[in-house]
């Protein structure tokens, strides 16, 4: 780039090994123009301390920093792994299916609350074959209400069979 030049036109030759040389190359020729010669002792300078600056913001020299990229970069790793693990792929699913699961359960609670607090009042059976005995005392058999009424009237056919 010209603009980036401001040095004369004999100085132009050694602008391009600058960075070689603040690289740590050793030039010779370079050196003994720097001493004579204000604008590419300035340019080497500022290129230095620019360098410099880069550096040290590129490559935090504090112990925390180094810490806190470690981390960084384990977290990091530790997610590839995680992400290129077949294992990986499923986990949404299994969250999926573990909340669906959760909710099925609730499900049935639901589900269950309601058929005990309803299948009494359900199952009562019409004040015509009604004795003692309700249908409630006895173990209910799964079914609709009409096979309840058929066990209440076979039992009280026992009952007075029995008499
Ligand atoms: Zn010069």
Redesign the pocket.
């Known amino acids: 780039m010209f603009s980036k030049s401001n ?2 036109m ?2 132009r030759k ?1 602008e391009s090994r600058f960075e070689d040389y603040l690289g740590g190359a050793l030039d010779p020729e370079l050196d003994a ?2 001493t004579e ?1 204000e ?3 300035a ?1 080497v300078h500022d290129s230095r301390l620019a360098g410099d600056l880069l550096r040290a913001a590129w490559e935090p020299a504090s112990e925390p920093s180094h810490a806190f990229l470690a981390k960084v970069m384990a977290t990091i790793r530790r997610e590839e792994v995680r992400a290129s693990s077949p294992a990986a792929f499923w986990a949404p699913l299994e969250f999926l299916a573990s909340r669906l699961s959760l909710t099925a359960a609730m499900l049935l609670l639901a589900l269950s609350a309601y058929v005990v607090g309803f299948a009494p009042s359900r199952s009562t059976p019409a004040p015509a074959v009604r004795t003692e005995l309700s249908a409630g005392d006895f173990p209910q058999p799964p079914g609709d209400p009409v096979s309840n009424e058929e066990v209440l009237q076979s039992l009280a056919e026992m009952n007075y069979g029995t008499d």
């Open positions: 040095l004369p004999r100085c050694f123009h720097l010669c604008d590419c002792h340019a």
